[in-house]
């Protein structure tokens, strides 16, 4: 799973909140613990000496004055226990029944629980006093295990109410956080849209914290703008500055004088006719931008009818010219690299064409296909893979669609794109092109 | 037909000038975007050969201001841009053709011949054709009721125009000034000589006389 901020937050605000809520629980339980028992230990001091109040001198000896103490020493297991001990004799609560208390080794007050009857726990006080000069031994001993339920039930109702605020938090932080976290979405939006070619910049109303971040992409993209329209235009000047003195040598091969020369013209009209190639295809190889612009697009509504009257213009005489596309379709891809691509399948399409020319773009998914049909002869199943391969020769013109077609599969390659040949409904030749939309 | 070419490249600007006038062109040629951008404007020209690296002012940049100027004069971008987007930059600018360098010299008389016949509403065309008369400009020669008629270099230059401009009347200055070079060229009566050898090849009325207006071109089926 990959980062994320928010998930990052919740699992450790719930940890802390977790962490910190078992604590301050059990912290609270304890010293509300300690204070009952430190209450029920001065209780018990007081019952040992109310007892021994109640022992008043009667006629067979010391008696106890059943007046002077409570009615529960008097119910069977009712949680409040007394032994007296003097003189041999001993004496003790009717609540006690059958139970023996357990023995304490030491006076005072026992910290530890002990085990009474019916699953009671004990907290058990010891005093030894001498009252009517005789020494009495007063052991008491109180239930502390409802004491005890409560705080179980307390625990439970701490978890629940504590697991009940741990959401509540948890869905309040994550509305926090989200609402906090806004402009981060937005910007990630804007970054998405910016690779679909919906935008070419980031907006700059961002808060601070984003301001670096947006700027940076901002010049980022401003910077390799200017450098694409740079490396370009020096590509024009190279092609101009190459071109033109090929362009004087072609047109000294009209001369006379090579006229006379056949063998030598041809030779040379070859070597031109190379270089001229080579140079077009490399130059236009270079222009490409590939994805280095991830704001720029291709708006077909807007670039194709001009690219169709070019082509109109040139082949329009003999030619039907049409085209289809989604309405307002725009390809994620820079203008030039799609009109380079377009414009040569075109072209190549109407060199080979009887009559028409088709050309249809549609969105697939995230992929975008091109289809150029035409209803010209075609390229046999078994030449098509030798236009196709890879660095076919450009002077392969057995094949006819060589050139036209090599440039086409320069750019499809550079955008990643896949590039088919099949036969076309309207009985030519179908280039299919599919283009998968960087945006994964 | 008088062509403004302008191109930078002197040796490529002497073939091409050299080769337009063999077809019968009157040729004017400048190297600087400025210079071209005034005389595109002030000259009468019939078609524009215009490369787009200039020095002085870049060549889409002259054709804008032509076109911001109302001049509809043809143009037709010579160039070795010759990216699809350019092209289209380039017909956006105004341009009514685009060729790219290096280029065969056919292709591009071929490519002035189509525009100028284009231009004067003779589209779909491969051949300038004309009241009766069709005419070979590969071959300077003229068809005229299944007849093939040769002519000499003044009389094609001369016919072409007037077929371009079937049933205008133009004035004798207006014919100089697209037809010949030079002052001394203008000022003879040049004109009214090959008037008549046409005449005298094609028929007396394939070219009216408007007096004190100039000639009409009548043609071939004037005469029927």
Known sequence: ?440 | MRLLLVEDNVALADELCAGLQRLGYVVDWLTDGRDAAYQGAVEPYDLIILDLGLPGLPGLEVLARWRAAAISTPVLILTARSAWSERIDGLKAGADDYLTKPFHHEELYLRVQALLRRSHGFSNQNQLSAEGLHLDEARQMVHSRGETIELTGAEFRLLRYFMLHPGQVLSKSHLAEHLYDGETERDSNVLEVHVNHLRRKLGKAVIETRRGQGYRFAGCEAQL
């Open chain 1, 1 to 440: 799973m990959r980062h994320s901020i928010q998930r990052q937050l919740t699992f450790s605000l719930a940890m802390l909140l977790i962490v910190m809520g078992l604590l301050l629980s059990q912290a609270g339980l304890w010293v509300v613990d300690r204070g009952l028992r430190q209450y029920t230990q001065d209780n018990l001091q007081t019952q040992a000496e109310s007892l021994l109040a109640a022992l008043v001198k009667g006629p067979q000896g010391l008696e106890l004055n059943s007046r002077h103490h409570d009615a529960v020493f008097l119910k069977p297991f009712s949680g409040q226990y007394f032994i007296i001990e003097f003189n041999q004799q001993r004496w003790r609560s009717r609540s006690l029944w059958d139970f023996e208390l357990p023995d304490v080794e030491h006076l005072g007050f026992s910290e530890q629980l002990r085990p009474g009857p019916e699953q009671q726990q004990l907290l058990i006080y010891q005093g030894d006093y001498r009252r009517y000069k005789t020494d009495i031994k007063v052991t008491v001993a109180h239930d502390y295990s409802p004491v005890l339920v409560s705080f179980k039930q307390a625990q439970i109702i701490g978890a629940g109410l504590g697991l009940l605020a741990l959401l509540l938090t948890l869905l309040l932080q994550r509305l926090l956080v989200r609402r906090a976290l806004k402009p981060l979405e937005q910007t990630r939006v804007q970054i998405e849209q910016l690779q679909q070619g919906q935008r070419s910049q980031l907006e700059q109303e961002t808060p601070i914290e984003l301001q670096p971040l947006v700027q940076q992409v901002n010049r980022l993209l401003a910077h390799t703008e200017e450098t694409l329209q740079r490396s370009r235009k020096g590509l024009g000047n190279l092609g101009h500055a190459l071109k033109t003195p090929l362009a004087v040598l072609v047109s000294l091969l009209q001369r006379e004088e090579l006229q006379r020369q056949p063998e030598l013209l041809a030779i040379m009209q070859e070597q031109l006719e190379h270089i001229a190639q080579r140079i077009a295809r490399e130059l236009t190889r270079a222009r490409l931008s590939g994805e280095a612009l991830p704001g720029a697009f291709f708006d077909c509504a807007e670039e194709l009818p001009s690219l169709f009257q070019l082509m109109n213009h040139v082949h329009g005489d003999v030619l039907t010219l049409d085209w289809h596309a989604t309405p307002e379709l725009r390809l994620p891809w820079e203008r030039d690299d799609i009109l380079e691509m377009l414009g040569n399948l075109l072209d190549n399409a109407c060199k080979w064409a009887d009559s028409r020319v088709e050309l249809s773009i549609e969105k697939r998914g995230e992929a975008y296909c091109v289809w150029v049909d035409d209803d010209g002869p075609g390229i046999e199943e078994s030449q098509r893979e030798q236009v196709q391969r890879r660095g076919s020769r450009l002077d392969e013109q057995s094949v006819g669609h060589g050139l036209g077609l090599g440039i086409v599969r320069d750019i499809v390659e550079t955008l990643h794109g896949t590039l088919q040949l099949l036969d076309s409904p309207l009985g030519g030749l179908r280039v299919e092109i599919c283009l998968q939309s960087s945006v994964k």
